[in-house]
C-alpha cells in the first residue's frame, strides 16, 4: 500500500514572513498535517529557515524546489544537498518542466541531481512530462520513457526513496488538467518503465499527477490506481484549497 503523498510548489512565491503566515494556516486546515496523507511544502531557498520553524512539531514536510548535484565548490548561486538538510530540508524538487523550459535542465543533470540527493538522504520528487506538441505529435510515450529511463539510470536499488510526479507541460499553470482516464494512462506507463528497470521495487514507487490540481478534480485523479497523490502549483498557494486536495487524497 502506497501511502498518498500531496506536495504544494510554491514556485518564487512568499517572502519568509509570509511563508509563515501560510504554513500557520495549513497546520490548521490540515490538522497539522496528521491526516493519513503525507503532506510537504516545497518553498523558494530564502523562506526555508522561517519554514521550518514555522513547521515544528507538526507532520509536515519541508521541501525545496532545486538543488545542484555537486556538493560545493565553484558554482556561483547554487545550494548543494548539505545545505537544504542542514537546514532542516526533507524533500526536493527535481526537473521541474520550468527548469528543463527556462533553465536548460537535461535529463542528464537530472539524474545528477537525483543521486546526490539520495545520497544526502532527501526525498526526491522527479518531474516528467510531456509538451502539448509531443503529446499532438504521438512522442507521448517515447518522452516519458526516456525522461523515466534517464533521469532515474542508476538508482534502481533506491527507486522506493523516490517520488515521481508525472506533470503534463501543458497542464502546469493553465488550468487545463489531464483526464483522470489521461493521467492514469502515464502512470501506467511511468510504472511499467520502472518495473523494467527493477520489478521488485516499480510497486512501491509513488507517482504523482501535477498539472491544475485543485479540490475540483483532485478526488477523481487520485481514486486511480497508478496516482498516488498530487503535486500542486497555483492551488497550492491558498491554504483553504491546499488542504481539501489533501483531503481529497485520504
Ligand atoms: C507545478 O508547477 O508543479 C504545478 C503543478 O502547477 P499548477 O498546479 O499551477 O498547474
Known amino acids: 500500500m502506497r501511502k498518498t503523498i500531496v506536495a504544494g510548489n510554491w514556485k518564487m512565491n512568499k517572502l519568509p514572513s509570509e511563508a509563515a503566515a501560510l504554513i500557520a494556516d495549513i497546520r490548521k486546515a490540515t490538522n ?5 496523507v503525507e503532506v510537504v511544502v516545497c518553498v523558494p531557498f530564502t523562506a526555508i529557515p522561517a519554514a521550518a ?10 521541501g525545496a524546489q532545486n538543488m545542484h548535484w555537486k556538493a560545493s565548490g ?20 527535481l526537473g521541474h518542466s520550468e527548469r528543463r523550459q527556462y533553465f536548460a535542465e537535461t535529463d542528464e543533470t537530472v539524474n545528477l541531481k537525483l543521486k546526490a540527493a539520495l545520497a544526502a538522504g532527501l526525498t526526491p520528487i522527479v518531474c516528467v512530462g510531456e509538451t502539448l506538441e509531443e503529446r499532438e505529435t504521438g512522442k507521448m510515450q517515447d518522452v516519458i520513457v526516456r525522461q523515466v529511463t534517464e533521469d532515474l539510470a542508476g538508482c534502481q536499488e533506491d527507486f522506493e526513496k523516490i517520488v ?19 493521467a ?15 520489478p521488485a521495487q516499480a510497486e512501491k514507487v509513488r507517482i504523482q499527477y501535477g498539472g491544475s490540481m485543485k479540490p475540483e478534480n483532485a478526488g477523481d485523479l487520485m481514486a486511480k490506481p ?3 497523490g498530487g503535486l500542486i502549483g497555483g492551488a497550492a498557494l491558498v491554504a483553504a484549497s491546499f488542504a481539501a486536495i489533501v483531503e481529497a487524497g485520504k
Open 226 to 228: 497508478d496516482i498516488d
Open 53 to 62: 520553524e514555522a513547521l515544528e512539531g507538526s507532520s509536515i514536510g519541508l
Open 32 to 36: 497539522d498535517g496528521d491526516c493519513g
Open 164 to 182: 515521481i510526479a508525472y506533470e503534463p507541460v501543458w497542464a502546469i499553470g493553465t488550468g487545463k488538467t489531464a483526464t483522470s482516464t489521461q
Open 184 to 198: 492514469q494512462e502515464v502512470h501506467a506507463l511511468i510504472r511499467a518503465t520502472l518495473a523494467k528497470m527493477n
Open 74 to 93: 565553484a558554482y556561483t548561486g547554487e545550494i548543494s544537498a548539505d545545505m537544504l538538510k542542514d537546514l532542516g530540508v526533507q524533500y526536493v524538487i
